[in-house]
């Protein structure tokens, strides 16, 4: 078993779903991949079952019932990876848009440079985000602008949801008490980190936008965002 476990959760990413399992089991040093599928009906889930004969013990997969939202699934593979054992854990999509070959990166930064949470940050070195329109790369680069002002944390991609802990973090933090699902639910592990004194560090990635399947982004996850900020800021003083 690898020390390194990396959770992708998924909904209808048939298209996508092989090749990044190959990338990742391709990599040195190895990699074990969790999929939390939430009931895709495009039958991703079997898709990684037929990847799993081609990599036994290296992939796994945990199937829920219906589309309950990404921070749920990050946070069902966190308990599953640290019942299991692993040091090191890390967030990734499937379609690619987070690349398979930025890993080793994130886990030396952990590994070697003794981050408790590398960031793979498209936002720390520039601008570093291909294929989309202007509007969104200006959203994103703003709402992480908004968000570091917000809430004070010293990173620049404060949105980013493609990441690294050690397990000591996860161990810290109450996963009882996240309040986000959504786009927010990024914002808010990397602000419970950086609040009970975990070094945060930014790997500079660049981020490219899916060729194939349906992007997740929706009106309601930016809102959540906007307002969950606010949120995590004022709870955040009254704990105080």
């Known amino acids: 078993m690898s020390s390194s476990l990396v959770i992708i959760p998924t909904f209808n990413e048939r298209d996508n779903i092989q090749a990044i399992l190959a ?14 599928d939430d ?11 037929s990847s799993q004969v081609d990599y036994p013990n290296r992939i796994f997969l945990e199937c829920r019932t219906g589309k309950l939202g990404l921070g749920t699934a990050y946070i069902h593979g966190f308990q599953w990876a640290l019942a299991r054992g692993y040091s090191y854990i890390f967030e990734m999509d499937a379609d690619f848009s987070h690349d398979p070959k930025d890993l080793p990166r994130l886990l030396d930064a952990c590994a070697l440079y003794k981050a408790d949470l590398a960031i793979g940050s498209r936002y720390s070195n520039g601008v570093n985000v291909v294929n989309w329109p202007m509007s969104r790369v200006l959203l994103s680069f703003f709402a992480s602008k908004y968000v570091r002002f917000i809430t004070g944390m010293p990173i620049h991609d404060t949105t980013a949801g493609f990441k690294c802990y050690r397990r ?25 980190a950086w609040q009970k004194g975990f070094h945060l560090a930014e790997v500079p990635v660049i981020f490219t936008d899916r060729k194939l399947g349906q992007s997740k982004m929706s009106s309601g996850i930016i809102r959540e965002a906007v307002f969950g900020v606010i949120l995590l800021k004022i709870t955040s003083i009254f704990r105080k």
């Open 23 to 36: 990338a990742v089991c391709a990599l040195e040093p190895g990699f074990d991949v969790l999929v939390i």
């Open 39 to 49: 009931g895709s009906p495009d039958g991703t889930a079997d898709l990684v079952r």
């Open 168 to 192: 000591e973090v996860l161990e810290a933090i109450d996963f009882e008490k996240i309040r986000f699902v959504g786009y927010a639910f990024q914002i808010e592990m990397k602000f419970r």
